[in-house]
């Protein structure tokens, strides 16, 4: 535990406008990712879907960042799924070209993902009825490219999407072809795996987001449609799934970097979680047994998922600098921009000695929405204190 | 209810690097500001502070926004609040002098506070232990500036600070006398009147707020120390509070914007609240009561704050383009880029009919969480569907 002289006459950090060089010298809060553990997580994937001949198509709404796209492909782009369309063209710019905008379509973003296609960027836009098909057929006529989209299907009732046996699937894909849109193939995303943690409860989700997508493009097909792609993915099921018979290409965009839902789920363990929030402590309330840090939830996000797991982590589970574990110490409290440090209800354990000044590292509940908070991350390896890197991440629409 | 067009052969939103100049061209998720509304929201608080004759010091943190600032200080700059130092920087670059830094003090905000009063800015820090009066009177001797600081006051047990009966009050002023710095005041903040509702409450825990500065000042003046301000406030506090005697100045962030956990305490109403999520429906789903819209968690946040209210709005309650509310229609799940509308449980409406590209507004439930996902303000005004400027918001730490 780091312990900063208190009498202030060496005081390291970097100032306004500089880059620090190690955990030390930064200030707080601070986004850190772990290179080690990024790499380790793609590479873990990567090799399942390669052992079972599945493309992979990495989700870059949980990283928002070039760099972290280069992780996970070191030698040249390769096929991405995108959650906006300023990801589409941030990721357009740095050389990917093959993009999935894996949102339900509208008539702005049908406009401007064409004005993307006519750029020359391989973009496939995501629908489930027959107006969004005439809405983009038109859109690619103004722009003078063939759209091509994928339909969406509901394989567990979380979002949108058709059922493989909704009459209104063929009637979409008619309705492309009438649009003159190209039919990429079906979509399918188990986004209810999320509230699952018992590992056959999840081979089952994963089998099932694969039968309904293998489901729907074979009565596409049926009709007539080829329907070249069959897409499925989620970090849960990419992770859980033991047939992937008839599935072609696997998104999944958390596995990156994990978190502690996914610790809750059970996908990964809090060894794997490749990002954390170094925090300060600025205050303490012994007699409350609390601990404040400068990192509320302006630092940590708002996201409380593993609230509704069996194990709640507050805001966030604390680790010391070096990222070892404190057993049961966590966010319990956040305001903008304060957390309260304490022993997790029921635990015997006592709070650590922090003076004013020490530095802890905060595991988040959902990288995705933590990682929003910040413009960048501080990469940072195991068994060191230097910052070796700062990654920009890009946000917007 | 707006229907656009949808055989798409008129596209009227912005092009990517265009600005819109009408609501209908704006790309979606946008976040609106409403000048009428924060006119009046600031008018009626300055008001009422000055017919106490107690100052107003604005909080920053939720507008975070040069131009939110000039809408409360017309005529020039007066004192502000902020929460983290990259405000007080921004601020301080855009002429503003008189800063209060409400966050407990670590080593590095100590350096970098005493870096701009180096500069001139009238910056005063916060503070409830010795150590920090160590150490911030050590951070001024090494910048050649005296420090100015208050004690933090703890009134109602929710966070830092110290209580107006606690010895330790003499003993961090004597500390504060020792190391050189500069007692501006005591500082107190309610932050529990958030979770009230009965106006009664309110009116007590403003003036629980008001007694325990006032008796925390009165201790160190005892002592014989100079303490000139007594600073209190929150946005609850502020305008339910009817005796302030004793009380130099008011501190209030949310005001200006208010926000459905604001309506939930009874501080405003909906008419009230300035700021609101535009977005674009992106599906349907009849036989499940959902309209899907591309506002998600990362447009609108992850804040619930409503949960724990009488009336639980999601994460968010929706309105037509115009503002006008669709009663018990509320966001009720949100995903990254995806909001899913239904009516609130219990309620005999029915969904509006909305096409696919239909624009809605979204009230937030906290409206410093909600702005924070966004980049700039897109101002509107009622009775108009014109953007009339794009305000800039600044962020990070």
Redesign the interface.
Known sequence: MPR??????D?P?A??GEAATTLEGL????LLLDRGRLDRNLARLSSRMAARGVALRPHM?TGKSIDVAQRAYPSGAGPITV???AEA?YFAQHGFRDIIYA??????????AM?LRKAGIDIKVLL??P??A??????GR?AGVTPSAFI?IDCD?H??GLTAIDPKLVVVAAAMDEAGVKLAGVLAHA?ESYGLSVPAALVSAADNERAVAVAAATTLRAAGHECPVVSVGSTPTAHFAEDLTGVTEMRAGVYMFFDLVMHGVGVCTTDDIAISVLA??????PE?GWI?V?AG???L????GTAAQRVDQGYGLVCDVAGKIYPDLIVSQA????G?LAIRPGSARTLPDL???AKVRILPN?A??TA????LYNVVSADSNAIEARWPRM???
């Open positions: 900063l002289e208190m009498d202030g006459t005081i950090h100032r306004p200030a707080t809060p601070a709404k959650s906006t369309l063209e949102v339900g379509l509208a008539p702005h973003t049908a406009a401007r004005h489930d009825s107006e969004q005439a809405m983009l057929g038109a859109a103004a969406e009732g979002r949108g986004g300060t402590v600025i205050g303490k309330k409350k404040l400068d939830w302006m630092a996000s708002r996201d409380r305001s903008q921009e304060h309260i003076l004013i000044g959902h995705c929405a929003s908070q910040h413009e946000r917007g629409w």
